[in-house]
T-cell receptor, first 110, second 115 residues
Framework: SQQGEEDPQALSIQEGENATMNCSYK?????LQWYRQNSGRGLVHLIL?????REKHSGRLRVTLDTSKKSSSLLITASRAADTASYFC??????????FGQGTRLTINP | EAQVTQNPRYLITVTGKKLTVTCSQN?????MSWYRQDPGLGLRQIYY???????DKGDVPEGYKVSRKEKRNFPLILESPSPNQTSLYFC??????????????FGQGTRLTVV
C-alpha cells in the first residue's frame, strides 16, 4: 500500500531553475523523509522532517510539511544537471514499515 | 565507510532454482528491510526486521523468506523463483525503525532476472 504520493510524476526544467515536487500522505506521521535515486541505483537519504516541524533546510534543499493538509514539498534551488534523478517521499506506516511513494522523475536540461 | 552491501549486483537464474541475495551493513543498525522496485509500482516492502531474530512481512512477502541471525546480515531467500519475481531488489538499514527520526541507508541494488 502506498502511503505517500508524489506530484508531479515527471518534471523537466532548465539548469539554474528551481524544482518543486509535492508529496501527499494518508495517515498521521511521526516524520517524513525524502530520498533521491539516480537511475537504477540505490536510494540516498536527503532530508527528514519531523511532524512538529514546518520547514527544514539542507544546502539547496528546502522541505516543508503541512500536517493539516497531510502534504509535504521538496524544493531544490538553483538546479544542476547532477540533480537529475527520481525523488521519493517516505513515511512510516505504523511503527515498523517505511512506505514510499511512486516518485517524481526530475530532469534538468543544460 | 558506512554502507549497506548487497550481493550479487546482477543475477540471471532459471525458474525453481533456489537463490539467496545477501545484505550486510556495518553501522550496527537495528532495522533492516528488503524492497523490490518495479516500473509503475514504485518500491514495495517485502520483509523487514526490527532486530536479531525479529522479522515480519511487508506488503509483498509471497515467495520470499528472510532470516536475521546476526545484526549485520539480512539475507533474502527465494526458495523457488518464478518469472514474476524478476525485479530490482534493494536492502536498506536504519539505526531504529522508521517511526524514529533516522534516515535509511540503501544498498546498490540487485537486478534479478528469472527465466
Amino acid at each position: 500500500s502506498q502511503q505517500g504520493e508524489e506530484d508531479p510524476q515527471a518534471l523537466s526544467i532548465q539548469e539554474g531553475e528551481n524544482a518543486t515536487m509535492n508529496c501527499s500522505y494518508k495517515t498521521s506521521i511521526n516524520n517524513l523523509q525524502w530520498y533521491r535515486q539516480n537511475s537504477g541505483r540505490g536510494l540516498v537519504h536527503l532530508i527528514l522532517i519531523r511532524s512538529n516541524e514546518r520547514e527544514k533546510h539542507s544546502g539547496r534543499l528546502r522541505v516543508t510539511l503541512d500536517t493539516s493538509k497531510k502534504s509535504s514539498s521538496l524544493l531544490i534551488t538553483a538546479s544542476r544537471a547532477a540533480d537529475t534523478a527520481s525523488y521519493f517521499c517516505a513515511t512510516a506506516q505504523g511503527a515498523q514499515k517505511l512506505v514510499f511513494g511512486q516518485g517524481t522523475r526530475l530532469t534538468i536540461n543544460p | 565507510e558506512a554502507q549497506v552491501t548487497q550481493n550479487p549486483r546482477y543475477l540471471i537464474t532459471v525458474t525453481g532454482k533456489k537463490l539467496t541475495v545477501t545484505c550486510s551493513q556495518n553501522m550496527n543498525h537495528e532495522y533492516m528491510s528488503w524492497y523490490r522496485q518495479d516500473p509503475g509500482l514504485g518500491l514495495r516492502q517485502i520483509y523487514y526486521s526490527m532486530n536479531v531474530e525479529v522479522t515480519d512481512k511487508g506488503d509483498v512477502p509471497e515467495g520470499y523468506k528472510v532470516s536475521r541471525k546476526e545484526k549485520r546480515n539480512f539475507p533474502l531467500i527465494l526458495e523457488s523463483p518464478s518469472p514474476n519475481q524478476t525485479s530490482l531488489y534493494f536492502c536498506a538499514s536504519s539505526l531504529f525503525g522508521p517511526i524514529r527520526p533516522y534516515g535509511a541507508f540503501f544498498g546498490q541494488g540487485t537486478r534479478l532476472t528469472v527465466v
